[in-house]
Nanobody, 124 residues
Framework: QVELVESGGGSVQAGGSLRLACAASGYIYSTRYMAWFRQAPGKGREWVAS????????DYADSVKGRFTISQDNGKNTVYLQMNSLAPEDTAMYYC?????????????????WGQGTQVTVYS
């Protein structure tokens, strides 16, 4: 059974940093397409970043490019999201997601496996 568990969320002042982690069980991590999404109150689920091909490829949403870094530790079956220069608009519930193979696009509907989410709050 596949399970994804996020951790690392919290409250931080604007300009600060947080590192989220997503620990996986039930499959070999390195073979999966892993992504982070976020959802702010009253908004849809937004793709943030992806890592795939065993960590060799990464992609980012324009809104986080240059500030966030996604990585994975295959030995620990864990994906990380390092978030720097955080701003109030980054406030959201952050979710880890996984699927087999590269999706047609970054729509959340293409992902079958999800974690429970971890809250990130950035205050000014």
């Amino acid at each position: 059974q596949v399970e994804l568990v996020e951790s690392g969320g919290g409250s931080v002042q604007a300009g600060g940093s947080l590192r989220l982690a997503c620990a996986a069980s039930g499959y070999i991590y390195s073979t999966r397409y892993m992504a982070w999404f976020r959802q702010a109150p009253g908004k849809g689920r937004e793709w943030v970043a992806s890592v795939y091909y065993g960590g060799a490829r990464t992609d980012y949403a324009d809104s986080v490019k240059g500030r966030f870094t996604i990585s994975q530790d295959n030995g620990k079956n864990t994906v990380y999201l390092q978030m720097n220069s955080l701003a109030p608009e980054d406030t959201a519930m952050y979710y880890c997601a996984a699927r087999s193979g590269v999706p047609p696009d970054d729509n959340a509907e293409y992902f079958a496996d999800w974690g429970q989410g971890t809250q990130v709050t950035v205050y000014s």
